[in-house]
């Protein structure tokens, strides 16, 4: 006599660990004994099939669930055995499902915790012990959640790993700010506001610097974009954005079938604000979302076209792109064509095809006008007052300074304790030699930056008031003039990126600049 015997708990940890499946398989054993027992009393122990399943119950498409019901198709064993229908699902649905496919293989059903039979009575009483079992499941969930979010409103993580920047406090289980990565959060953004430099500008020098990441992995752009979005560093951490149920199971599944388990955005108002310490001010955020946004409409590498990207219809509004037809001649509507683009409102726009060097040339002199004008060039010489663009304050720079130091003194920590483990013979010469080059490298580097970051914080001599010397001035605008008219094609349209946000072009050729 052939049985199968079908076994599940949630997770592989409770697999390796628990003593749920043990207990199982020993309730079910002992039930099959039972069965052979009464139904053959003289054949010995009936065959045994046993399937084990360490997914949870959210997903129905479970691996080792399809191996079993193709198992039974195939086979129709006479038996099949179970702890509680809860073990197929937690889904009334799931269960009637699957126990109707093994019944129709002429199976019999058999469960250590349910006396099932095949009657009318038995069919209802079976459907209602799945149905609070799926009860039960909704009210734990909603517990769970509920204890969740009262945790989170008082500052405390229900669960995961804390952002870079904090750590977990072993008493209050609330985060704190964890310095030696805080000082690298502060920095990031201020590279951002200051500098205006890219994630992957980011990225690359905090690999070149060797500043760990949180798990000691390498930097990624996708890690430095989510931190410089994150509110959690104001002090506003947002919890239940997500609703990811079933991920766990999705990280298991076949790749194929993956697709209808992504994770959902709930709306924004089943958000939860928790209050932390805040690493960097409200201001610095603003600043550096500004910039971020800026960068989006500016262009990629492979930009060549000075006004791309920027071009707004001024009778729909739409953007408007350079015609592949006659590239860098003529520009059109985006919605010139819109029937044919799947657009919701499938109307085309009545903006005709218009030459484009007009537009091209009068953006570009209004942008050398802005550069040369004197008002403006003597109040930067005076604000400036003798610095550079965009150079950092003296907290700034005394932080980045600080920040370098504690990270140089990390590097030569490092230096010690890998010495130390090759005189101990924990390391071969040749991989402490390696370890050793690559750690000296990322101090020259430190170095190289800290003499840097210093020079700055000298003060210089204070220059003498722009407004006294005219013919300074008149040189600093023909300089001005000069640099502009040297500039090629890519540098030209960067230069018009950093300025512009849009231009709208009208019908007959007029067209308007919205500036940052």
Known sequence: MLVVIYLRVSTEEQARRGFSLPSQREACLARAGEIAREAEPDAGAPEIREF???????????????EMRAFVRARRPAWFICMDPDRFSRSLTAQLLITDEIERAGTRLAFVQHNYAKTAEGRLFYQLRGAVAEFEKAKILERTARGKRRKLKEGRRSNGAAPYGYRHHVVTDELEIYEPEARWVRLIFQWVVREHLTYYQIVRRLRELGVPTKKGGAWREATVAYMLKSTTYIGQMICNRYDAGGLSAFRR???EKRAPMTHRVRPDTEWLIAPVPAIIDRETFDAAQRVLGASVRRGGRRTTYLLSMLLRCGICGAGMAYNRKHPGRYIRCNRRFADLRNYADGTRCAMPHLRVEAVENGVWERVCSWLTDPDLLGAFAVCCDGREPGAASAADLAAEIGALEAERAEKEREQGLIIRKQMKGLLTESAADALLAAVAGQAARLEERLAEARARQRPGPAPAPMQARPGRL????????????????????????QLIRSVTVQPDGTWAITAY
Do not use: C, I, K, Y
Not at 52 to 66: A, I, N, S, Y
């Open 253 to 255: 599944l076949p790749r």
């Open 474 to 497: 008149t040189d600093l605008q023909e300089d001005v003039a000069a640099r502009l008219a040297r500039l090629a094609q890519p540098q030209r349209v960067h230069l018009v990126r």
């Open 52 to 66: 084990v399943d360490t997914f949870g119950g959210d997903v129905l498409e479970r691996p080792v669930l399809e």
